[in-house]
């Protein structure tokens, strides 16, 4: 658990080299702990130079792993990670296949349509049969799997045959170790505080080596061996809303398992562990107020009037008319200085996917933030726009978008024509 809150923390301040070193020491200690393997990915994608075969490697680990245990969010998560790391090794093809069956899971992941026009505009000019344009890869990867790391054995003594054998033919009582409580009896409690939620698994001997502990934004995993043999998994999935992954901790003691869930809204009361709503909606009414509130946010700055003699403005088919793009991105674009969290409370440990952009054009930076935090109106309209202006319009207004096809509005001095 230390290292791996040092390798989140060095993601979150973009340290990516210190975040690969620290996540791999994690994973020396616990090589099927799936988040592990995405943070060490998202990192080898951002460090520079980046490693993207390396990225690939650990995003097939952690899907493969993910699927296993069946957790829907790290499939996704892992899912997307590959498609990153293919799309940058210029596996165009395959790329694609991994955003669409992304897509086929998760509909409201917000990066897919970037992505999507990314993908477009590179296998514009290929052939079907192209090597980057081909489709080469399974939706779940068939590679061998790292080993849970082995207890050592202890060397057999050797017996002394002079020995007196023990009278009445009693045998020594074998010395117990692991788990020890049968799985039926294994239970759980919990209780809340204002700031945490504490869930207590009791299970004695869990051994501490051979144990994986998954907390996530709205989710938690404990597994372990049985002595027969078999896994035992206890799973919380969605918890009831979002906690702080990062600061939230667990202990194995001799007689239980304790996790100290932190609580991203201080003082609110937990009803039940677990939410009856699917995570996707709950997590999505647990943020709505924020994100309208950043999508108008956007758009009064991207509808900023244009303050005279300066740089030349672009076509729109706003009612305000043209507007300065070029002002506004260089305003929007300026990195302000960041809080560990974002403002919904979501720990910010791997950054967002416009960081996977990091070194391009600002301009084209600032609209991916903007399309990334507007509301579904907002971003058909801008899609829409662009795509029949043949770029030469951009439009947040769906209600006058919605009613016709825009036009192609040229640069003053220039004239379009059809090819």
């Not at 899971?105 to 090597?131: F, Y």
């Not at 597994?223 to 901790?249: A, C, H, Q, R």
Request: hydrophobic share 30%.
């Amino acid at each position: 658990m230390d290292q791996a809150a040092k390798g989140a923390a060095a993601l979150r301040t973009k340290d990516h080299s210190s975040a690969v070193t620290h996540y791999t020491d994690a994973i020396a200690v616990n090589p099927q702990a799936v988040d592990y393997y995405i943070k060490r990915s998202t990192a080898y994608t951002r460090i520079t130079p980046p490693d993207h075969n390396a990225a690939l490697s650990d995003a097939e680990v952690a899907l493969t792993l993910a699927s296993k245990r069946a957790r829907r969010e790290l499939i996704i998560q892992a899912q997307l990670r590959r498609a990153i790391a293919l799309f940058s090794l210029e596996r165009y093809g395959d790329a694609k296949a991994c955003f669409d069956w992304v897509k086929q899971m998760n509909t409201d992941e917000k990066s897919l349509q970037i992505w999507a026009i990314k993908i477009e505009d590179k296998v514009k000019g290929l052939a079907e049969d192209h090597e980057k344009a081909k489709v080469t890869v399974q939706q779940y990867p068939n590679i061998q799997l790292p080993a849970q790391k082995e207890e050592k054995k202890d060397t057999p003594v050797q017996v002394d045959q002079t020995t007196k054998a023990p009278a009445s033919g009693a045998q020594p009582s074998p010395k117990v170790e692991g788990v020890q409580t049968p799985a039926s009896k294994i239970r759980h409690e919990w209780y809340q505080t204002d700031d945490a939620v504490v869930v207590s698994l009791f299970a004695k001997g869990v051994p501490k080596d051979k144990t994986t502990i998954d907390i996530q934004l709205r989710s938690l995993t404990i597994s372990f061996p049985l002595p027969t043999g078999s896994e035992y998994d206890f799973s919380l999935d969605p918890l009831y809303t979002t906690v702080n992954s990062i600061t939230s901790k667990a202990k194995i003691l001799s007689t239980k398992i304790e996790i100290t869930l932190h609580k991203n809204k201080r003082c609110e009361k937990w009803p039940s562990l677990e939410s009856s709503a699917p995570q996707a909606t709950a997590t999505a009414s647990s943020s709505s107020s924020e994100q309208i509130a950043e999508s108008e946010a956007a758009r009064r700055a991207a509808l900023t009037d244009r303050p005279a003699n300066t740089a030349p403005s672009y076509p729109t088919s706003s009612k305000s008319g043209p507007k300065n793009w070029d002002k506004v991105a260089d305003e929007l674009t300026k990195k302000p200085k960041k809080d560990n969290k974002k403002e919904d409370g979501k720990d910010d440990a791997g950054g967002g996917f416009e960081d996977d952009f990091e070194g391009a054009d600002p301009v084209n930076g600032f609209f991916q933030q903007l399309y990334s935090k507007a509301d579904p109106d907002t971003r058909r309209a801008m899609m829409k726009s662009y795509q029949e202006s043949n770029g030469t319009a951009l439009s947040t207004n769906w209600a006058e978008v919605g009613k016709g096809k825009v036009e192609t509005q040229p640069p003053d001095g220039m004239e379009a024509k059809k090819w």
